[in-house]
């Protein structure tokens, strides 16, 4: 049995201190996914390997590779796999082989580092291009090299983001991951370049307005569903990400507040290495084509923030007072929250007052306090004569009839244009077919992959297209009796019963109130009141379900907008 020692190790001054036999193991690294498609690097650094290992009699155990890693950390699954092996307690390795020091580390003291944990435990760093020994005058030369490499890689990167960034500017896609709903297509060429922009990508397309519809307005059979139950209605029937995985909730959060599905794709958001937020002035807003509706997306981030536990608690819901929750004060947006205030009879009042004027004084805000019965009544009173009436509701109806006509148009283009992607993509299979069987073309690999693809196009277009004539709803009339019976019990709901009830039905209908000095504006949207009105979302007092804490504060802050086209105001 041959037992090596680490001790029978002695470093040497050059790299023939390495006695024939040696056992040697080569790290071979490409920078880019593209030189690593294009296999060519790789090769070479193996032949080149294993040729100066066969010229120093060193036998060649293993080797590890890494497409497409850079190297200026050690964030490298198959560089810590090796390094890992060649600390273990058996030494399989007496040498780490490389092309050049640069493919090993591009990082000064990175490079220094692992040189000398290598070194403790017996094994050498040596590259064929670049042999130096462990004199010091060598290994000053080594560390002069590290550092020119570290400054090449840094110039390269810089010069990189900044071609990056003027691409952006001019509208062109860089190849980060494409969101869910688009496509990179190529536009034009320069020179070698291909130029690419995104486009809408019609079948999924469906699917991303699909979950801003569920999450907002349900699947027509109850209220929203909220990002948990988003999820699980998605994954129950089948929908998958582009990945072919099933939805989860980060990822469908993401899908609700990414501002790129109203047209604003953002580029050098975040370092790409420490994924920390870069300052608003760096960022690059490219425009693309919008899928989702500003106003829609503005209610979607504003019932997020609604819905996080650290801005709304269950106790708002379900809680003893009427308006809390939806009261807000005009100046701030700060919650109207309850106060009490004893009088010189020894009487006890109760007031919605300025949260934010509460908690940090009138520097922050100059804040305003309305007496608790009195703004409670005005709303219900109001509502019961300026909104819950036949005539009142017949005119919102009417207005929102016209829009869904508006609407529907729009939905006969997107049905035409996945029709055509449709026959298509079954008329290129068709001929594809045909070529096979006329002998034209055989069915090896390329062809199999060729026609899987098509199968793929025409299957995520057909699904697409179902997905709209399943969720498509017939316009029709609703009758005056079920008017004038739905204004009679909203009114009564409102204004009678226990406060969490009333409660229930007042946030079904009602997005917020804000309180000024002279005037309350009360604010809803009449999509949502149409499907109330249907019977399609009905009222409950449960307790909220919250979005799960995971949800950092900045991906749901969005501030609510100002005015809403549909908005219900005093």
């Known amino acids: 049995m041959n037992i090596r020692h680490r001790d029978a190790f002695r470093p040497a001054h050059d790299n023939d201190a390495l006695v024939p036999g040696a056992r040697a193991c080569a790290y071979l690294r490409v920078s880019t996914g593209r030189q690593a498609e294009s296999d060519l690097s790789i090769p070479d650094q193996r032949k080149q390997v294993g040729s100066f290992c066969a010229n120093k009699e060193w036998t060649l155990v293993a080797d590890y590779v890494e497409p497409g890693a850079s190297a200026m950390d050690d964030n490298r699954p198959e560089f810590q796999k090796m390094i890992e092996r060649a600390t ?148 129950e029937r089948g929908y998958r990400t582009r990945r072919g995985a099933r939805f989860g909730v980060a990822t469908l959060h993401t899908i609700l507040t990414s501002p790129v599905y109203v047209g604003q794709w953002v580029f050098n958001k975040r370092d790409s290495r420490t994924l920390r937020e870069k300052p608003i002035d760096q960022w690059i807003t490219v425009e693309v084509p919008p899928i989702i509706e500003r106003a829609e997306f503005d209610a979607v981030q504003a019932t997020l923030k609604a819905n996080n536990s650290r801005v709304t608690a269950p106790r708002v819901v379900t809680g003893p007072i009427l308006l809390t929750g939806l009261a807000r004060c005009a100046s701030c947006d700060g919650a109207m929250t309850l106060r009490t205030g004893t009088s010189k009879t020894g009487a006890i009042h109760k007031y919605y007052t300025c949260s934010t004027c509460a908690r940090m004084g009138k520097s922050a805000c100059k804040g305003r306090s309305v007496r608790m019965d009195t703004l409670d009544n005005l709303v219900v009173d109001h509502l019961s004569r300026q909104l819950f009436t036949t005539e009142r509701l017949t005119e919102i109806l009417a207005a929102a009839f016209a829009r869904r006509a508006e609407k529907a148009m729009e939905v006969d283009g997107r049905v035409t244009a996945l029709q055509r992607d449709v026959v298509d993509a079954a008329d290129k299979l068709k001929r594809l077919y045909r070529m096979v069987e006329d002998g034209v073309a055989e069915l090896d690999d390329i062809l199999r992959d060729r026609i899987s693809s098509l199968k793929l196009d025409r299957e995520r277009a057909q699904a697409a297209l179902d997905c709209i004539q399943a969720q498509a709803t017939p316009a029709t009339e609703v009758p005056p009796e079920m008017i004038e019976r739905f204004g009679q019990e909203m009114r009564e709901n409102i204004a009678n019963g226990e406060i969490p009830f009333r409660k229930a039905y007042l946030r079904s209908v009602i997005d917020r109130i804000e309180v000024d000095d002279h005037v309350v504006r009360v604010i809803g949207d009449t999509a949502t009141l149409e499907q109330v009105m249907a019977g399609k979302s009905v009222p409950t007092s449960g307790v909220r379900s919250l979005v799960r804490k995971w949800r950092a504060p900045r991906d749901s802050n969005s501030r609510p907008s100002e005015s809403k086209s549909d908005a219900l105001s005093s």
């Open 88 to 235: 273990d307690d058996d030494h399989p390795f007496d040498v780490i082989v490389v092309h050049s020091f640069s493919r090993f580390f591009r990082d000064s003291f990175g490079l220094e580092m692992y040189i000398r944990k290598l070194a403790k435990e017996g094994v050498r760093l040596v590259s064929i291009t670049q042999e130096l020994g462990d004199d010091p005058a060598q290994v000053m030369m080594r560390q002069v090299i590290a550092l020119f490499d570290e400054y090449q890689s840094r110039e390269n990167a810089k010069h990189v983001l900044r071609a990056m960034k003027e691409n952006a500017r001019q509208g062109f896609y860089n190849g980060s991951p494409v969101p869910l709903g688009y496509r990179a297509e190529e536009t034009e060429k320069r020179g070698a370049r291909v130029k690419k922009k995104l486009v809408i990508d019609p079948a999924e397309a469906e699917t991303v307005r699909l979950i801003f519809r569920l999450y907002r307005h349900g699947d027509g059979q109850s209220g929203p569903l909220g990002v948990k139950h988003t999820v699980t209605w998605l994954n």
